[in-house]
């Protein structure tokens, strides 16, 4: 069969050999997917550049057709979209760096979705413009759950606590794994609004961890798999 070409979301991407690199993305026509790319880390000419594969380049990619989870070689690749102050602010790089490795663990596997595509390439989209993004990744985690098929149900009846569990509020502390305070209230603020990264229900950084640390939690239960983010330790720094 012919080759596959599909926009694509680049995640990240590891070495595999002294020359080459397998990328991780995610694309509009077949879901994760992973490709090797040969040659891009030779010192001889090369058509790919490892600038083609930061972190959540939107780009055209052209790769040999594929099936499964198998590996394909990628043939072609045309950056669409770059994301320069992304790369270029300490802490929007390591914002960045947080959500891909979130990606990386949450859309493994996962099969080609157009309004989940949608949603991440309008969400990087704000993101590079904005200048009042401290909450951004933050939110991300709460929007993200709705195309993930465990978005968490609208507290409509003013509930004080939140079950992890269940994913829904309660009057009750019905089970060990239900919480309560400023956080279940924020959660239900942002849950009771259409999309909007410009929200500030979360307005300083302990209220932000705070949030982190439910939605780490939620994905734990409900995310098979799903482990703490190594770079989580870096944006907190960044944000003391």
């Known amino acids: 069969m012919g080759n596959v070409s599909s926009q694509s979301i680049i995640l990240n991407f ?9 990328v991780n993305c995610y694309s509009l026509l077949n879901g994760y997917s992973s490709h090797i790319v040969k040659g891009v880390r030779s010192k001889k000419k090369s058509r790919f550049k490892l600038g083609h594969f930061q972190r959540l380049n939107l780009v055209e990619i052209e790769s040999g057709n594929i099936k499964g989870n198998e590996l394909s070689f990628l043939k072609n690749i045309k950056i669409i979209h770059t994301y320069n102050s992304i790369n270029s602010d300490v802490i929007k790089f390591n914002i960045a760096a947080f959500i891909s490795e979130i990606l990386s663990m949450i859309l493994k596997n996962h099969n080609a979705d157009t309004k989940l595509f949608d949603f991440l390439k309008s969400s990087f989209e704000w ?4 200048e009042n993004y401290s909450s951004f990744h933050v939110l991300f985690m709460v929007y993200i759950t709705k195309f993930l098929g465990i978005s968490p149900e609208k507290n409509i009846n003013n509930r004080l606590f939140f079950d992890l569990e269940n994913g829904c509020f309660s009057e009750n502390r019905d089970s060990t794994a239900c919480i309560s305070g400023q956080v279940t209230n924020d959660l239900s603020l942002i849950l009771g609004t259409q999309f909007d990264y410009s929200n500030i229900v979360l307005y300083n950084v302990t209220r932000r961890r705070e949030m982190i640390d439910l939605m780490l939690k939620y994905y734990m239960i409900h995310l098979p798999g799903f482990k703490i983010p190594k770079s989580l ?5 960044l944000f003391s």
């Open 14 to 22: 590891t070495k595999y050999s002294e020359t080459s690199i397998i």
């Open 233 to 237: 330790e870096i944006l907190n720094e």
């Open 127 to 130: 993101f590079e413009k904005s």
